[in-house]
């Protein structure tokens, strides 16, 4: 599903009327006509059948407008006009077209049960005036917002202070970035008639996993081996999850080099890999490796970092892998995957963290491309880019926020690219099957006393729904 910026929107909206294929007045009805689709739904769903509507001077106001008149006289709405009376012409159309109908406007929302956000678009960007945080102040009933929250940034999800948290967000065409960056609820998307080729070349959409092939009559130096140089004497367990992460990868073989600590612990849990000491590092001889997870920060494991870095082999760097990169930041001569959450990518990328979530998806490709690798920018909703491509994982799930969640994630995506993926396809799939390990899991136990360990053995059912086209 593409994903497409508050100002390709708005460009497409215009190409309908430029072509012919709808007014800018009969787009607006269409967006109200899918609203009320909706909307009517929702109500009912609350067992109301009286609703205010929020609305604007700007189209979104006229799409709250345009609603009035079809939720009359089913639901009984009244609307709260916001932000002065210079109106769009389309907004004033439907303002017009509402006072003749006799729909009541009022200047409070109390004792409204239900409340629709109409109030700014996705060109809002900066703080909510003053005033719209005092009226939102008093809103304490469920909201359903018109294409998104208003005082929320469409491009980044950021919300400004006061803004309003709804339990359903309709928004029209094609999802917008913030609705996979930020929390809008409920997000329904309502076709109002826009071409899906309108969107043709724009490259980010939603996280889309891909099946890698796999033989009846492969053996198990088919689907690579990989290396994982994991594991301090005081981090055995961030070990243990990577190496269970490429266990369930489809890999053929898995070696780990580990201190002897981890070793241990590995032997006492597992079957299936080859666990060796640290210095049985070199020669490199596996398909890939990943290099991170528990390594720790001290002297050899930096040395261990530069040797793979300056390797020709497809590489991983998690954790402490990347802590150690330091100045030997650059552009390799082969596949690389960097997988930092939020805190890290801001030390990698020398940006203050607000900087970055103020323009995340941009800071993110530009830093992918500079550096020719492939970025997994961990968090609640996961960004994938190789600087030409970005795909954004849209289901965030809360059991995955624990110590050791990225650590699995990082030796699922080692495995799969020692198989042979791709690395921008390695890269999505393993999030995409951690993040449906996560959501099965969580049907079954709590989120709260969910581990990783747990949620690993739900990579299983992940990849039965992908092999079987469920999800």
Request: net charge negative.
């Amino acid at each position: 599903m593409k994903i497409v910026t508050p100002g390709q929107m708005k460009a497409m909206d215009l190409r309908t009327v430029e072509e012919g294929l709808f007014s800018s007045l009969r787009l607006m009805q269409n967006a109200a006509e899918a609203l009320y689709r909706e909307i009517s739904a929702w109500i009912e769903t609350h067992g109301c059948d009286r609703v205010l509507l929020l609305a604007g001077p700007g189209n979104n106001g006229g799409d709250a407008y345009a609603l009035a008149c079809l939720l009359e006289p089913a639901y009984h709405p009244a609307i709260l006009p916001v932000g002065g009376e210079e109106r769009s012409p389309d907004c004033t159309y439907y303002f017009d077209k509402c006072k003749k109908l006799n729909i009541p406007f009022v200047k409070d929302p109390a004792g409204y049960p239900l409340v629709v956000d109409g109030v700014f678009g996705t060109g809002f960007h900066g703080a909510l005036p003053q005033e719209v945080q005092e009226l939102f102040e008093k809103i304490t009933v469920p909201v359903a917002a018109i294409d998104l929250p208003s005082g929320m940034d469409g491009s980044s999800g950021v919300t400004s202070p006061g803004t309003l948290k709804p339990e359903l967000t309709v928004t029209f065409a094609f999802q917008k970035p913030c609705h996979l960056l930020a929390d809008c609820g409920n997000v329904v998307l309502a076709d109002i008639g826009i071409p899906s080729y309108y969107a043709d070349g724009i490259s980010r959409c939603t996280l889309a996993p891909e099946l890698p092939e796999r033989f009846a009559w492969g053996h198990k130096n088919s689907y690579g081996a990989v290396g994982l140089r994991v594991g301090a004497p005081e981090y055995p367990g961030a070990a243990a999850l990577a190496i269970k992460g490429a266990l369930c990868s489809g890999a053929g073989l898995v070696f780990a080099y580990l201190p002897e600590e981890a070793r241990r612990a590995a032997a006492a849990k597992f079957y299936g890999p080859v666990l060796r000491a640290e210095s049985d590092l070199l020669p490199l001889s596996c398909h890939a490796y990943l290099v991170g997870s528990g390594l720790g920060r001290s002297e050899a494991a930096a040395a261990d970092v530069q040797t793979l870095w300056e390797s020709e082999l497809p590489l991983v760097v998690d954790g402490d892998g990347l802590w150690n990169l330091g100045s030997i930041l650059s552009p390799r001569n082969a596949s690389t995957v960097l997988t930092p959450h939020m805190g890290e990518f801001s030390r990698l990328c020398g940006l203050p963290m607000e900087q970055i979530l103020q323009n995340r998806i941009e800071i993110a490709e530009d830093f992918a491309s500079k550096n020719h690798i492939v970025l997994v920018l961990k968090d609640a909703a996961t960004v994938v880019t190789d600087g030409s491509h970005t795909e954004i994982l849209s289901k965030p799930c809360s059991a995955l926020a624990k110590g050791g969640s990225g650590d699995l994630l990082a030796g699922l995506i080692a495995g799969l690219l020692a198989g042979g993926a791709k690395p921008f396809s390695a890269a999505k799939t393993g999030v995409w099957l951690h993040n449906r390990a996560g959501h099965l899991a969580a049907k079954e136990h709590s989120v709260r006393a969910l581990q990783p360990e747990q949620i690993a053995e739900y990579i299983n059912n992940a990849w039965m729904e992908l092999e079987h086209g469920a999800f």
